[in-house]
Structures are given as C-alpha cells and as structure tokens.
C-alpha cells in the first residue's frame, strides 16, 4: 500500500511537471510567433530567440556578469545582515520581554517608512555605491525576519519550556535548544518570503540611482528601447529570485533533518 502510494505521488508530480513545462512552452512560442508575425509591436514585445540572441551578445562581450555580480554581492550582504540581526533581535525580545517593549515602538516606527519615500535619503547619507543598496536591502527584509522570529518563539510549547526549567537549563540553552527550534518553521518562512524581496530591493535601488548592476541595466535598456535586454534582464531577476528562494528551502531541510527529523518529508 506505502509502495502504490509511493507511486501515485511519483506520477502526479511527474504530470504536475509536464503542465508546467507546456505552459511555459506554449507562452514562448505564442511570444515568438507574435513577434515574427508583426501581431505585436518589438518595442512592447520581444521573442524568445531575441532574447536568446542578445544573452549571447553580452556573454560575448561580458557586459551582463559585472552588473550581476555587483547586484549579487549587495543582496548578499543585505540579506545576510537581515538575517543575523533580525534572528538574533527576536530572540532577545522573547528573552527579555521588557526589551521588546522598549525598543518595539521603534522598530515598528522605521517599518512604517515607505522605501520609496527613503531611498534618496539614502542616496544623500551613503552615495550612489555598495552602502545605500544593502542599507535599502536591510529595510526590505529585517522586519520580516524580525517579527517572524518574535512570533514563532513565542509559539513555543509550554511544556518544552516547563521542561527545560526542571532541568535547569540556563536562558542560553532554552535559548538555542528550545526556542529557536521551535520557531524554524516561522524563522524560514520569513528568510524565504525575504528571499525574494532582497532581490527586488537591489534592483529598485539601482534603478533610482548607481553607476552598475541589474537595476542600473534595466534603466540602459529602457533609455534605448532596447527590448530584448529588457526582457532577458527580468529573466534573470526572476531566475536569481526562484534560486534564492531554492537555496533558503534547502537549508531548512538540512535545519530540520538536524532539529525537528519528523517534519522531513
């Protein structure tokens, strides 16, 4: 019986699969015959082997791997700043309630700025370069990670925090071995949704103001209407954003096969 279900679940994803495979098939090929059929104007729409071609013009004349480099660095850095602090801050909340009142009202203050409405502001304090991008990076993505973290340690079980107290654990092992095991759940849904929204923070910022990266491509190709650049440059923000998205998946796997072995699928 584990057998056959074993394999249904095997074939219905292998079907699940193909559907995507043909949407994504069927939407290139409408797009490549919409094109050369003149149905719709180069300018709003470029095809797929447009695309093909100018990717293999930039990699001829390495124009794409600088720009995404530098994009690359800034979402790390910003991503794993967020990370860092937004975990540890929240464990500090839920270990010192008093804190978390505190500094709370703050935090919930600088959330509420709108990142359009800063971004010159930042462009003013730490210039067009590498600082403002990954400070633009921590505000897309810390509080998510904060209030995350906040919310799944408080959803710690009483009784695992009961039993730690018989044990007499110190605050520094209920810390680590009570939790934030018990909020890996909430903690990586918040690094994943943030996964994402790093990526969009980098470009938005250099769209507004750099002198490289993703974002600073886009504005070049739109000046010039240079659509299949445009579009090849949204692939490739899509294709980095589904990778990251990808890699935060695999560490919580890894996470829990190390914590929680029962929630492995």
């Known amino acids: 019986m584990a057998v056959r279900t074993k394999r249904d679940k095997r074939t219905k994803n292998l079907w699940i699969r193909v559907v995507h495979i043909a ?11 919409a094109v050369s059929k003149d149905w719709v104007s180069g300018v709003f729409l470029a095809s797929p082997s447009q695309i093909f071609q100018e990717f293999v013009y930039m990699a001829k004349e390495n124009t794409l791997w600088p ?3 530098v994009s690359l660095q800034e979402v790390a850095a910003g991503y794993l700043i967020s990370a860092g602090a937004g975990i540890g801050l929240g464990v500090l909340f839920v270990s010192f309630p008093l804190l978390e009142k505190l500094i709370d009202p703050l935090m919930a203050a600088i959330m509420a700025i709108p990142k359009t409405a800063i971004m010159p502001l930042l462009i003013v304090w730490f210039g067009i370069g590498f600082k403002s991008k990954v400070i633009l990076v921590i505000l897309f993505c810390f509080f998510n990670i904060l209030y995350n973290t906040v919310t799944g340690s408080k959803q710690t079980r ?8 018989v044990f007499e654990a110190s605050r520094a092992q209920t810390v680590f071995k009570v939790l934030l095991p018990s909020a890996l759940p909430s903690i990586f849904n918040g690094l994943r949704v943030t996964a994402a929204t790093a990526i969009t923070g980098v470009v938005f910022a250099e769209m507004a103001a750099a002198k490289n990266g993703l974002g600073f491509l886009l504005n070049e190709s739109q000046a010039v209407l240079n ?4 579009y090849l440059i949204i692939i490739v923000v899509t294709v980095l954003s589904v990778l990251f998205v990808g890699l935060v998946n695999l560490i919580e796997r890894l996470a829990c096969r190390r914590w929680m072995p029962g929630r492995i699928a």
């Open 158 to 165: 009483m009784e695992h925090l009961k039993l730690a107290k």
């Open 227 to 230: 659509t299949p650049r445009l």
């Open 67 to 69: 720009h995404l480099s």
């Open 23 to 33: 949407f994504v098939a069927a939407l290139l090929a409408g797009m490549q015959l």
